[in-house]
């Protein structure tokens, strides 16, 4: 079933707040509305749900792949062409744990950056209900659900005394 | 902070993105004369190219010059943004807010700039340098030496400007939903796909603010083993005098720093001057960077100390005609004066007073001259202990630049500054966000019968 999207957009903390409650108690779930806002604010400022995300887990895997794509690397291409140089090693630590530091950390930060586009729900291809003036200090609740409860949070929003309501659209 | 002035997102978004949404009457003359003297450099190098590298001052036994000192120049410029954007994130020092984004902007100008100046310039042939660093040959089963610091060099630049490249990214994606909504049409849409679709769920916000702390502490070990492996180039030649020295990467470090950090105050300074944006970059600001450099420059000063006193303390004699040549004769004795008097001697004292550090003029006229110092001190560390007899060569020599390698360094400074430039027209230099969090968490408190401004942190 196709999902719509509602905005009311806000302009005062504390009615926002108030707003989200008032949709909590009419039965929305946690995972049907959302608040969006220009700049952050510290957690549960609205009575949010605090985001849970596992993004300490990719720096992990990240660091773990660099590490042996770098060991690989620097032990395979040497005995692959193993010429003496200098009368040293052909396996030389010291040049090894160089080059296998970077492929760590390189392949942290990868995965890292990997990790935050993806726990942030990113990319989103579907805007949803949406105002540009979210990033000019209005403060939007937008709730996504059928086609019924939609109109419903539509009230709702408004006699929250949101400032304007807007209607968008989701994917199915 | 004493300074503090409460601004609406409205006001924010309008200062921040005159420079993008506007074009200054300025941008565009700067602009063309920098292409300018870029493009002097490329026809230089295209002459270089042609002709070989015997158009340059090069020769035995000085094959390395100009090109060198300037590649670990912009290295050490290039310290300075992460240095300042992660361990003032990881502090969650204040001051930070308006300073990050153009310290990381910097960072990777500054990067592309040193790899512009060793391994495309340097080399002489730039396609090499691909089959020297890369695992290409298959068929015959050769592959790069890494157990050569210049196949370190490579590994440690590239990490370097891929993770400050990807840190510069991922605080940009709130800023570019800005723009999305404050532009139209194509340009609108074009913002919208860099920003991912990003619309300010709390969600995106905790991993941003998480984003910039993880972040951080990844990319400070890579800062610090950048350096130390551009220091190790020198350092583990065993055959020229004056590149022994075991402190080397720490000294190139933090030498590093403190010419990074002086090239971080420059901008921001262009930046008051040039966008007018003295209410977000305060005296405050200059002051409190001020101070960091009076301790790094005085670290820096340290390490330099050590390291003549440890060349000095051997009484090998080599080591004591470099020394010679690099202190009493023409011309070092005139670049060793300049330098010490620029990077230490001159600026350090002065930051002392609070109201040349509160002075948008005077550090930013300290700062230039650091740089200079700090550029100075890299050619006197490279040039001259090539010029005597070495274990590995036969004869003394001398090193004049020619106006190719001139040309080609002017290039470099242009390329950064143009970089900057057009960064500043499509992104904010300044994070939007981050200024707009500040004024929200940001209040004033009376304390007796004094009203401070304070902020408010969990």
Known sequence: ?172 | MQEHTQLTQKEINRDLLSGVLGMPKWWLGLVTLLTLVFLAGVGAFGWMLNQGVGVTGLNRPAMWGFFMVNFVFWIGISHAGIMISAILRLSQAEWRRPVTRAAEVLTVFSLTAALMAAPLVHVGRPWRAVLWVFPYDFARGIWPNIRSPFIWDPSAVGTYLIASTLFVFVALLPDMAILRDRTQGLVSKTYGIMCLGWRGTPRQWKLQAVAGILLSALVLPVFVSVHSIVSWDFATQIGVEGWHSTIFAPYFIIGAIHSGVSAVVMVMALMVWLWKWDLYLTKDHFDAIGRLLIVVATTWFFFFFLEWVFALYTLEKPEIVLRELQVFQWPYIFLFIVFLMTAFFIPVPLWLFKNVRRSVKWMFWTTVLVNIGMWLERFLIISPSLLRKTPMTFNWGTYHPSIVEILMVAATFAWVGLGMLLFAKVFPLIPLFDIKEAMVVKDEIKIGRRTVPATIRE
């Open chain 1, 1 to 172: 079933m196709a999902l719509r999207s509602v905005v009311g957009l806000f302009t005062d903390e504390d009615v926002a707040a108030d707003a989200l409650d008032a949709l909590k108690t009419e039965g929305y779930e946690t995972n049907e509305y959302e608040i969006l806002t220009g700049t952050p604010y510290p957690e549960g400022t609205f009575g949010e749900a605090e985001p849970v995300h596992k993004l300490y887990r990719w720096p992990l895997i990240g660091a773990i792949s660099g590490f042996i794509i770098g060991i690989v690397l620097t032990t395979g291409t040497q005995l692959a062409y193993p010429l003496v140089t200098g009368g040293k090693p052909i396996l030389g630590i010291p040049p090894m744990v160089i080059i296998t530091y970077e492929g760590t950390m390189l392949g942290a930060i990868i995965f890292t950056v990997i990790g935050i586009v993806l726990e942030s729900r990113l990319p989103r291809i579907f805007m949803g209900a949406y105002d540009t003036r979210i990033t000019e200090g209005y403060i939007g609740i937008t709730v996504t659900a059928d086609q019924d409860r939609v109109g419903k949070a539509e009230d709702v929003l408004k006699q929250a005394g949101a400032e304007e309501v807007k209607r968008g659209w989701e994917a199915s």
